[in-house]
């Protein structure tokens, strides 16, 4: 206290302010440099689809992996961006409606958001046994036949798999990757 | 000596005792030089071979972690460490992601007596810390920390040190008695001739001096001087 009332005498007034003034906008910027929970979930599952998507080989080759985005999503707006992981093989997303013709000759991975559960089911019998890697963003569609479900919470994106569905699409999984998704999705 | 403690002379040690001991002691000598020189250049060479066993332990280990690395499963990742820990001689071993966050790491427990000299000999023998990184499509994804722990090191030196008493307790029961059933009379007969001579000089030009003591030793060169006639 009497450190700050000789400073306050001592310094002019103006001179004080002018440096706090010059400090706020490094402080706001402090502030804004640690993302919020949205983004870091959405950075987390770029990570986690990036990465399941290399690991992953369809049983025709192609330059560019092509990534179809579809139904409303909370987490998916970073799959846009280039990912470290995708130095392999470029991953190219998209949008599309859920009742697309698209959907089985552009698509090689299918990102599904929050959709109706009649809807789902449709679009998991129209997608049964093609070539298409399907990751969803709710957990319970793997029992559906998604061929990944992701379980998201603010430390960490964790995946099931459905090996059943995997199996049938003819999609080769790395080994590792579905040991790890025989855990039981998000951990604490 | 003779000459100035004539009484001594019925104790003094004879020619083959002399023998006896010098060539006991010369093979103790050579033998526990050589046995320690061996225990250290094969502790050497097995530290250089634990070396490597440690990163070996630590390329094998890094491939299943990749995929747990990747997805950042910090469980996933105890778990493979655990595994390899329970059969590996790992003291402590940790997972760092690429931005150097530990994910997850392993210490083997250990606070008694033997434990801290495994981990002396381990940090003396062992290479600090083997760093490998954890790579995925050409880049690092993270590193994995492993130092060694010296059991084998520790195990191979106590064997080793109580083989080589072992076997210098055998050396000086067996040795002697070896020796003793061995070499009797070949070198005495060999030395024969120079002590002959010896004592023929002796009785010659000393004798004078130490006149009426009952020396006795002309008696037994006489008989042994005849052996090696006896024998060719």
């Known amino acids: ?188 | 000596m003779n000459r100035r403690k004539p009484q001594a002379a019925q104790q003094r040690p004879s020619l083959r005792r002399l023998l006896d001991h010098a060539h006991l002691r010369v093979a103790l000598l050579a033998m526990g030089l050589t046995s320690l020189s061996l225990t250290l250049v094969s502790l050497l060479a097995l530290s250089t071979y634990a070396g490597h066993n440690l990163q070996l332990i630590a390329r094998s280990l890094a491939y299943p972690l990749e995929a747990a690395v990747v997805f950042n499963e910090r469980v996933a990742v105890h778990d493979a460490l655990e595994q390899i820990c329970k059969t590996e001689e790992i003291a402590q071993v940790a997972v760092f992601d690429k931005d150097g966050e530990l994910l997850a790491s392993l210490d083997t427990p250990g606070n008694t007596v033997l434990n801290s000299a495994e981990q002396s000999i381990a940090r003396l023998l062992l290479p600090d810390v083997v760093i490998q990184p954890i790579t995925y499509q050409g880049q690092q994804i993270g590193a994995l920390h492993l130092s060694g722990q010296g059991t084998t090191l520790l195990r191979f030196l106590i064997g080793g040190l109580l083989g080589l008493l072992a076997s210098l307790g055998l050396k000086c029961a067996g040795c002697h008695l070896w020796l003793q059933a061995h070499t009797t009379g070949d070198y005495p007969a060999a030395a024969q001739p120079v002590t002959g001579g010896a004592q023929h000089f002796r009785r010659a030009h000393v004798q004078p001096a130490c006149a009426g003591h009952p020396y006795r030793r002309p008696q037994r060169t006489g008989r042994r001087l005849q052996r090696p006639a006896r024998s060719t």
């Not at chain 1, 310094?11 to 804004?32: D, F, G, K, W």
């Not at chain 1, 949205?38 to 990036?50: P, Y």
Request: proline share 6%; net charge positive.
């Open chain 1, 1 to 188: 206290m009497y450190l700050t009332r000789i400073l306050f005498m001592r310094t002019p007034r103006h001179l004080l302010c002018s440096v706090l003034l010059a400090l706020l906008p490094a402080l706001a910027r402090a502030e804004a440099s640690t993302p919020d929970s949205a983004t870091l979930r959405a950075n987390q599952v770029a990570h986690v689809v990036h990465g399941i998507l290399s690991y992953a080989r369809w049983p025709q080759q192609h330059d560019t992996l092509r990534l179809c985005v579809i139904a409303p999503t909370e987490y998916a707006d970073l799959l846009w961006q280039n990912h470290e992981l995708e130095s392999r093989q470029p991953v190219q997303a998209k949008r599309l409606l859920v009742d697309s013709p698209l959907l089985e000759t552009d698509c090689e991975a299918v990102y599904l958001g929050v959709i109706e559960d009649s809807q789902r089911i449709a679009l998991f019998n129209r997608l049964v046994g093609k070539p298409i890697l399907t990751i969803s963003e709710s957990s319970k569609a793997c029992s559906e036949g998604s061929l990944f479900c992701l379980g998201i919470s603010d430390k960490h994106v964790g995946f099931k798999v459905n090996l059943d569905a995997v199996a049938r699409s003819g999609i080769r999984i790395h080994p590792n990757v579905l040991q790890l998704g025989r855990r039981a999705g998000p951990q604490p």
